[in-house]
Antibody, heavy 118, light 106 residues
Framework: EVQLVESGGGLVQPGGSLRLSCAAS????????MSWVRQAPGKGLEWVAN????????YYVDSVKGRFTISRDNARNSLFLQMNSLRAEDTAVYYCAREGWLSAANHWGQGTLVTVSS | DIQMTQSPSSLSASVGDRVTITCRASQSITNYLHWYQQNPGKAPKLLIY???RLQSGVPSRFSGSGSGTDFTLTISSLQPEDFATYYC????????FGPGTKVDIK
């Protein structure tokens, strides 16, 4: 069974940093593109970033470019999101997701809440 | 970036109703269009990928169609567990989601 478990969320002050992790199991992690998607409280879904199987390609939504870095460790079956210079508008539940055919996200974690507030 | 719109933004329906949700892209995305269902406090769930392909385990009352810029999600006979919010997503270029359509009980 495919499982994705996010961790690392919490309360952080504006300008601070946080590193999210996503532990994957039940599939061959190194064979899949992976994504981060977020959802601000009461709002819709926003794609944040994705990363190729070997980490050689990474893409970001404009609003996080230069502040967030997606990475992966295939030996540890883990996906990461390093978030720096956090802003109030980054407050959201962050989901990791596995991509499938045509990059549709066919498996999702339960999400981890990031709150940016003083 | 490609902008996605959905209509309606919300709808009220009864069990057994046929429901159609429309998604429109600001430019052609060929068939790079997917649909998700989300219940409150839960992660999204993939229903339809590549416009019309049913994700494994998803009931056959869900179907998708369209191409280019205009797409639809149809629920042929609404069931109690289908009251949720539905999002379309394009992956043709930098990924974007539609704003969502909330389906609630009439």
């Amino acid at each position: 069974e495919v499982q994705l478990v996010e961790s690392g969320g919490g309360l952080v002050q504006p300008g601070g940093s946080l590193r999210l992790s996503c532990a994957a199991s039940g599939f061959t992690f190194s064979e899949y593109w992976m994504s981060w998607v977020r959802q601000a409280p009461g709002k819709g879904l926003e794609w944040v970033a994705n990363i190729k199987q070997d980490g050689s390609e990474k893409y970001y939504v404009d609003s996080v470019k230069g502040r967030f870095t997606i990475s992966r460790d295939n030996a540890r079956n883990s996906l990461f999101l390093q978030m720096n210079s956090l802003r109030a508008e980054d407050t959201a539940v962050y989901y990791c997701a596995r991509e499938g055919w045509l990059s549709a996200a066919n498996h999702w974690g339960q999400g981890t809440l990031v709150t940016v507030s003083s | 970036d490609i902008q996605m719109t959905q209509s309606p933004s919300s709808l009220s329906a009864s069990v057994g109703d046929r429901v159609t949700i429309t998604c429109r892209a600001s430019q052609s995305i060929t068939n790079y269009l997917h649909w998700y269902q989300q219940n409150p406090g839960k992660a999204p769930k993939l229903l339809i990928y590549a416009t019309s392909r049913l994700q494994s385990g998803v009931p056959s009352r869900f179907s998708g169609s369209g191409s280019g810029t205009d797409f639809t999600l149809t629920i042929s006979s609404l069931q109690p567990e289908d009251f949720a919010t539905y999002y379309c997503q394009q992956t043709y270029s930098t990924v974007t989601f539609g704003p969502g359509t909330k389906v609630d009980i009439k």
